[in-house]
C-alpha cells in the first residue's frame, strides 16, 4: 500500500508540474523493433498456439507460414474462452507452410504501424511469408514501432506482435 502511494503521489506532482510521464524514462519496453535477424531464434508455427505460447514468452521468434488473412481489429483471449476485440490493434493470421496448422495464429500489430501490414495487403490469400516476431509476456506493457513512446497496456494471456513480414517464393 506504501508504494502504492508513493506512485500515485509521484503521478500527481508530475501531472500538477505538467510532465507527461510520471515514472522514470529510464524504463525500457519491448520489443526493439531493429532487432537483428541473428537474435531471432526459429520455431514452427505450431510452437505458438495459445495452449504453448507462454513457452516463448519474452523470446524474440521467426518462422515461416502462408498468410491467410487480416483483420482491421484484433481477437485476443485465453484458449477455449469468448476473445474480446481491441480496435487499436490489426490482426493478420498465419497458416504453417503448406497449411499444416489446424488453427491459424493470429499475429497484432498496432493500427498505426501500417509499414508493418504492407506486405499482408499486397499478399494474396496462401502466399509464403516469413515472419519475425515477439512475444509479449502476459500483462506486460510493450511499444509500438511507429510511436516507441506510446506503452500499450499488457493483455491478460501472451501475445504474438509482428515485428516484419517478408514474403517469400513457395518452397
Same mark, same amino acid.
Given at each position: 500500500?506504501?508504494?502504492?502511494? =508513493?506512485?500515485?503521489?509521484?503521478?500527481?506532482? !508530475?501531472?500538477?508540474?505538467?510532465?507527461?510521464?510520471?515514472?522514470?524514462?529510464?524504463?525500457?519496453?519491448?520489443?526493439?523493433?531493429?532487432?537483428? #535477424?541473428?537474435?531471432?531464434?526459429?520455431?514452427?508455427?505450431?510452437?505458438?498456439?495459445? #495452449?504453448?505460447?507462454?513457452?516463448?514468452?519474452?523470446?524474440?521468434?521467426?518462422? #515461416?507460414?502462408?498468410? %491467410?488473412?487480416?483483420?482491421? =481489429?484484433?481477437?485476443?483471449?485465453?484458449?477455449?474462452?469468448?476473445?474480446?476485440?481491441?480496435?487499436?490493434? @490489426?490482426? !493478420?493470421?498465419?497458416?504453417?507452410?503448406?497449411?499444416?496448422?489446424?488453427?491459424?495464429?493470429?499475429?497484432?500489430?498496432?493500427?498505426?504501424?501500417?509499414?508493418?501490414? @504492407?506486405?499482408?495487403?499486397?499478399? =494474396?490469400?496462401?502466399?509464403?511469408?516469413?515472419?519475425?516476431?515477439?512475444?509479449?509476456?502476459?500483462?506486460?506493457?510493450?511499444?509500438?514501432?511507429?510511436?516507441?513512446? @506510446?506503452?500499450?497496456?499488457?493483455?491478460?494471456?501472451?501475445?504474438?506482435? %509482428?515485428?516484419?513480414?517478408?514474403?517469400?517464393?513457395?518452397?
Amino acid at each position: 500500500m506504501k508504494g502504492f502511494l =508513493q506512485i500515485l503521489s509521484l503521478g500527481i506532482i !508530475a501531472i500538477a508540474s505538467g510532465c507527461a510521464t510520471p515514472v522514470s524514462n529510464s524504463v525500457t519496453y519491448a520489443p526493439n523493433y531493429d532487432t537483428p #535477424d541473428s537474435q531471432f531464434v526459429p520455431v514452427k508455427v505450431q510452437a505458438l498456439a495459445p #495452449d504453448f505460447r507462454d513457452e516463448y514468452a519474452g523470446k524474440y521468434v521467426v518462422f #515461416d507460414g502462408a498468410y %491467410l488473412s487480416r483483420m482491421e =481489429q484484433a481477437l485476443i483471449g485465453p484458449p477455449g474462452d469468448r476473445p474480446f476485440i481491441v480496435s487499436d490493434f @490489426r490482426t !493478420a493470421m498465419i497458416g504453417g507452410p503448406g497449411m499444416a496448422t489446424a488453427q491459424p495464429l493470429h499475429l497484432i500489430y498496432h493500427i498505426d504501424d501500417r509499414e508493418l501490414g @504492407r506486405p499482408f495487403v499486397e499478399l =494474396q490469400a496462401l502466399n509464403a511469408v516469413k515472419i519475425y516476431a515477439y512475444v509479449v509476456p502476459a500483462r506486460t506493457p510493450f511499444t509500438t514501432k511507429s510511436q516507441p513512446a @506510446r506503452i500499450s497496456r499488457g493483455f491478460p494471456i501472451p501475445v504474438v506482435v %509482428l515485428i516484419k513480414a517478408v514474403p517469400t517464393s513457395a518452397k
